[in-house]
């Protein structure tokens, strides 16, 4: 208990951010339109992602280019428990996590013990998450190239996670997982383990020097990061009702989940989140140009690709510019201004 | 000593596979099939080589990793097409200006937009190449739209009087059939290793291009500048997928993301043949083609890429360095 008050007092700013962040976001739903709203969920669903991408990227520093894998279990555990055995999703969400955590336990041992770093550890990752997609894609037991559709409900579900009458309620849900993944990661950070990943990510050398073992701080981020990965993967399952191994195994789902963190800046408790937002919001205004442009640019109309192109050169221009994400660019500016 | 007598053991292996497998019942069965897996195996592996191998020199000089390099291919293959379509011009000609054509682009990539994040941590410059491959990819789609094309040479099954031999194409050896545009494409790859070997060994630049990957400030010390060294290399590595994209050409259906698909392949290829390791590449790109038709033949119902990502990781976990790379960790 005294350890868990010391942890409230140490951390009391973020635990402040993150009410009021929780409460602004929870104004979301209200005069928007159910396709917004959709948007938003997924935004928060990548978000979650992130967070947990972010914990063996950015705080332990092993840059993981396949983080697909874990989301792709996560859906994939929730998907066959709940319409092979009809196990409800939120005890799904838990064993998906629980499953992903293992993987990484055992694909993070494999590949640390070989002393894979940098680039190659990246594309150590990338592999895993292939040969999941490819064996999920042949298997079966997991619908093999079908995938799973999982059954409707019909109606609002809380038991089995489905609300198509209140699309607000299933943003309620994303948002307070977003907000338990944001509690875990301000847990991790202030925790002993926590400060042993940084150590390993900034000198590896120097900690294993002062007596850390740097092989169980990556073994623990990973798992970590695996649980919540998993979670909002098992989560994007119930929200498009349906999961095969291309979409949630899928390399691009790997680039989604290390875009949000990266945007918004690695390594930090936020950055997920608000690389999620400005991600979202870019996404749609560039898509909304491209389908109904002013009259200047009427010629730009419904062309296929071309909101891609757009979204492909700001991120170009933001790499080169701001290489600190979001986060850093502002803090940077406010430093500048001597705020 | 320990090398010479593992490499004995391996050979070793080979002869004792290649002199048993022909007398089995197995082989009586399938050795058309196992001819046909060997030769297009080996003839895309020689592509798959070419590819690798500007990716390996912008990996292992620049320590990049390039997600880009497929989708550069892209270009060289809608160039190819392109200059097929509207001047009849031959895939094997347009390779004189799609190979200049991609050192130019590459340059500028490297000049514009590599060089700024040089000094960034890999995930900035592994995103950055991303959002470039994003650009082309889409830029593609805008253009051409998804409607795949493809081209069809008009003497791709002729027959060829060499003087001494006629060949008939598409070829018949052991059984398998070989297809006129996937021979050339192997044998201008294995030319093009060649011709980016004795650069990279034989000439100044390439000596100054081995010191800048080695030890880049002390190149600078003796008068090298790196900057410049880095943006040939990009240059050298995006020719190479130029030349590649008109290769392929003829074989290939010409989709906005035609190129993407060998970026991963490539990535397998330099790791398998040791990053920045030209034989390397050229012996990893054979290794890749056969793993991916030999895994098709002996697990069925499985993709092609199985068999590739097994190699990889094990190559991944047991020998990083590739199997012709120097030990590096």
Sequence with gaps: MIRLRQLVAASSKDLQILLAVVAILALVPLGVSRFTLSVATAALIFALAGIGWNVLSGFAGQFSFGHA?????????????????????????????????????????????????????????????????????????????????????????????????????????????????????????????????????????????????????????ISISGFITAVAGGYYAMFLMFVDSDLVFGPFISVAILLRPIVGGVGTIWGPVVGAAVLSILGEVTRSLVRDPPSILQAIEGVNGLDQVIFGVILVVVIIRAPDGVLGWFRRFRKRDGV | MRGRSRTAAWAGLVVVVAVAVPQSAWWDMNHTVFAQAVVSGLLIGGVYSLVAMGLSLVFGVLDIINFAHGALMTIAIYASYLLFQNYGLDP???????????????????????????????????????GIAIIIENLALVLFTGTPRSIELAYARNEFDLGVVTLDFPLRLFGAVVSLPKLIAFLVALLLAGALYLLIQRTQLGAAIRASAQEPEGAELVGIDVD????????????????????????????????????????????????????????????????????????????????????????LLFRPEGILGRVRR
């Excluded at chain 1, 019909?154 to 996670?161: F, K, T």
């Excluded at chain 1, 991790?188 to 169980?216: C, H, T, Y």
């Excluded at chain 2, 008109?246 to 490539?266: D, K, M, R």
Aim: charged share 10%; net charge positive; proline share 4%.
């Design chain 2, 228 to 315: 410049r060294i880095y943006m040939i290399t990009f240059g050298v590595g995006a020719a190479c997928v130029g030349a590649a994209g008109s290769l392929v050409l003829p074989f290939l259906f010409v989709s906005p993301t035609a190129g993407a698909t060998f970026t991963i392949i490539a990535f397998v290829v330099v790791v398998l043949g040791g990053m920045g390791s030209i034989p390397g590449a050229l012996v990893g790109g054979l290794v890749i083609g056969l793993t991916q038709e030999l895994t098709q033949l002996f697990v069925p119902g499985s993709t092609k890429f199985l068999g590739v990502f097994v190699v990889f990781l094990a190559v």
């Design chain 1, 69 to 221: 894998a874990y989301f792709g279990l996560g859906a994939y555990t929730v998907a066959v428990t709940f319409t092979r055995y009809s196990i409800s999703p939120w005890v799904g969400l838990v064993l998906g996590g629980l499953v992903a955590a293992i993987f990484g336990l055992l694909a993070g041992w494999i590949s640390f013990r070989f002393g894979l770093k940098g680039a190659y550890f990246a594309l150590a990752t990338f592999a895993f998450a292939e040969l999941l997609r490819l064996t999920f894609n042949n298997f079966d037991y997991v619908g093999a190239s079908i995938g799973i559709t999982i059954p409707l409900a019909g109606g609002d579900s809380w038991s089995s996670l489905q609300f198509e009458d209140t699309p607000e309620i299933r943003y309620f849900v994303a948002l307070a997982l977003v907000a338990l993944g944001i509690l875990a990661v301000i847990a991790v950070k202030r925790s002993r383990i926590g400060s042993r990943m940084l150590a390993v990510r900034e000198d590896e050398e120097a900690a294993a020097s002062l007596g850390i073992n740097p092989l169980r701080a990556k073994l623990f981020a």
């Design chain 2, 92 to 130: 094997y000609l347009s390779l004189f200006i799609t190979i200049p054509l991609m050192f130019i682009i590459g340059v500028g990539i490297q000049r514009f937009a590599i060089n700024p994040v040089m000094d960034a941590p890999v995930h900035n410059q592994l995103l950055l190449t991303l």
